[in-house]
C-alpha cells in the first residue's frame, strides 16, 4: 500500500499567516492526491483534487501544488474558520490511503 | 442537494455483527462509486471499502477483508456495510462517501458510531 507522510503533524499560526503542509508518498502517483479539511465532529470536506485543482466554492486562499512524491497544501492567508484539521489522500490504486493529518490551531 | 445519511451503528460485543445503511439522495446513485471510511476516536481517517456503481467490484483494506462485506441496492438508492467479527480495533465513526469520476471524495455522510465493547 502506498504511504503518506503528512508534516507537520501540527502546527501554531495567526490569522493572517501563510501556511503550508506537505505530503509525501511512498511512491509516484502523478498527480492523484486531494486534500481535505476536517472540523471537529463534522465529516471530512474536499478542498483539493488532482493535486493542484479547487473544489467548486472552496476559497482561492487555498492552493494545492506537487507531483510525483511531493505535494503541498498552501493556506495563503490563514482565516479564522481554516482551524481545523487537514488531511492528503491519494486515488492511484487500491488500497486508497490518508496521510496521518495536520491539525492547525491558533497561536 | 446531495445528501448521504448513514445508520445502524451502536453498541456492539467483540465477535458480534452489525449493519450499517447509507441512505443517498440528490444525485443519481446509481452512476457512482461509493465507499467507506472510519475514524477512530481522536485518530485520522481510514479508508474501509468500495463498491462499483452496479456492484459487480469491490476492494477491502486489508484489516477487514474476509469480515465486512460491501453491498449497495441501488432501486433504494442505499449502501451498505456488513460487519461480521467485530472486534476492538474496528470502533469508529463510519462515514459513507460519493466519489467523483477519479476517486475522491465529494461528498460524505455525518457518520455513524460504532462501539466494539464487551
Known amino acids: 500500500a502506498i504511504q503518506l507522510t503528512q508534516s507537520p503533524s501540527s502546527l501554531s499560526a495567526s490569522v493572517g499567516d501563510r501556511v503550508a503542509i506537505t505530503c509525501r508518498a511512498s511512491?509516484?502517483?502523478?498527480?492523484?492526491l486531494a486534500w481535505y479539511q476536517q472540523k471537529l465532529g463534522k465529516a471530512p470536506r474536499l478542498l483539493i483534487y488532482?493535486?493542484?485543482s479547487l473544489q467548486s466554492g472552496v476559497p482561492s486562499r487555498f492552493s494545492g501544488s506537487g507531483s510525483g512524491t511531493d505535494f503541498t497544501l498552501t493556506i495563503s492567508s490563514l482565516q479564522p474558520e481554516d482551524f481545523a484539521t487537514y488531511y492528503c489522500?491519494?486515488?492511484?490504486?487500491?488500497?486508497?490511503?490518508f496521510g496521518g493529518g495536520t491539525k492547525v490551531e491558533i497561536k | 442537494q446531495v445528501q448521504l445519511v448513514e445508520s445502524g451503528g451502536g453498541v456492539v460485543q467483540p465477535e458480534r455483527s452489525l449493519r450499517l445503511s447509507c441512505a443517498a439522495s440528490?444525485?443519481?446513485?446509481?452512476?457512482?462509486?461509493m465507499h467507506w471510511v472510519r475514524q477512530a476516536p481522536g485518530k485520522g481517517l481510514e479508508w474501509v471499502a468500495v463498491?462499483?456503481?452496479?456492484?459487480?467490484?469491490?476492494y477491502y483494506e486489508d484489516s477487514v477483508k474476509g469480515r465486512f462485506t460491501v453491498s449497495r441496492d441501488n432501486s433504494k438508492n442505499t449502501l451498505y456495510l456488513q460487519m461480521n467479527s467485530l472486534r476492538a480495533e474496528d470502533t469508529a465513526v463510519y462515514f459513507c462517501?460519493?466519489?467523483?469520476?477519479?476517486?475522491?471524495?465529494?461528498?460524505w455522510g455525518q457518520g455513524t458510531l460504532v462501539t466494539v465493547s464487551s
Open positions: 462517501a460519493k466519489t467523483t469520476v477519479t476517486t475522491v471524495f465529494d461528498c
Open positions: 511512491q509516484g502517483i502523478s498527480s492523484a
Open positions: 489522500q491519494h486515488f492511484n490504486s487500491y488500497p486508497l490511503t
Open positions: 463498491i462499483s456503481h452496479d456492484g459487480s467490484t469491490k
Open positions: 440528490g444525485f443519481n446513485f446509481r452512476n457512482y462509486a
Open positions: 488532482d493535486a493542484s
